[in-house]
T-cell receptor, first 113, second 113 residues
Framework: DSGVTQTPKHLITATGQRVTLRCSPR?????VYWYQQSLDQGLQFLIQ???????AKGNILERFSAQQFPDLHSELNLSSLELGDSALYFC????????????FGPGTRLLVL | DQQVKQNSPSLSVQEGRISILNCDYT??????FLWYKKYPAEGPTFLIS?????DKNEDGRFTVFLNKSAKHLSLHIVPSQPGDSAVYFC????????????FGTGTRLLVSP
């Protein structure tokens, strides 16, 4: 158990809908990262937050947004969903977000029908 | 453009033998490398890391070797155990003040008794 929690574990929705994925980092970690793993793909970095502020952005679509709250949990919002958004979404956390190991949650499996 | 490549999608070894997983990268700015192990329906689990100032790092049965001139790293598992059967991801990052991990596509290791 990495100490990173993600809810929900599974999510099934329809095209055009909006969903919110939630992540709670390990106790004491200030930085949260979001990754997407599509079928047969490696993990693709989406976005990083540090202590409530956006620190780095990767290949995140404009339809996707995220935030980190004062209690350090983070939410990833996916809107106008398309079939191709079906994937595993992982959250990771680390202490400071610089040059250190990231610890991953169990992921949320999103299926868009 | 795949900056981190794991060219072997799968590897089979016998219990007790050495497993060698390989990873190549193209970005010369990468200076921190990690290996993660992933079981089905779980998030990636951190295994071992190495910074670019070293060429070898050991942790129990796991050793990572880094050849900066060849832009190549490898993970050695000795002796291999059936419980090591999983997908192994290589990841890399630049020391730019934030830490976006770039992952390879993974190698599925099967250790047979």
């Amino acid at each position: 158990d990495s100490g990173v929690t993600q809810t929900p574990k599974h999510l099934i929705t329809a095209t055009g809908q909006r969903v919110t994925l939630r992540c709670s980092p390990r106790s004491g970690d200030l930085s949260v990262y979001w990754y997407q793993q599509s079928l047969d793909q490696g993990l693709q970095f989406l976005i990083q937050y540090y202590n409530g502020e956006e620190r780095a952005k990767g290949n995140i679509l404009e339809r996707f947004s995220a935030q980190q709250f004062p209690d350090l949990h983070s939410e990833l919002n996916l809107s106008s969903l398309e079939l191709g958004d079906s994937a595993l979404y992982f959250c990771a956390s680390s202490a400071t977000g610089v040059f250190e190991t990231q610890y991953f949650g169990p992921g949320t499996r999103l299926l868009v029908l | 453009d795949q900056q981190v490549k794991q060219n072997s999608p799968s590897l089979s070894v016998q219990e007790g033998r050495i497993s060698i997983l390989n990873c190549d990268y193209t970005n010369s700015m990468f200076d921190y490398f990690l290996w993660y192990k992933k079981y089905p329906a779980e998030g990636p689990t951190f295994l071992i890391s190495i910074s670019s100032i070293k060429d070898k790092n050991e942790d129990g049965r796991f050793t990572v070797f880094l050849n900066k001139s060849a832009k190549h790293l490898s993970l050695h598992i000795v002796p291999s155990q059936p419980g090591d059967s999983a997908v192994y991801f290589c990841a890399a990052s630049e020391n730019t003040g934030f830490q976006k991990l770039v992952f390879g596509t993974g190698t599925r290791l099967l250790v047979s008794p």
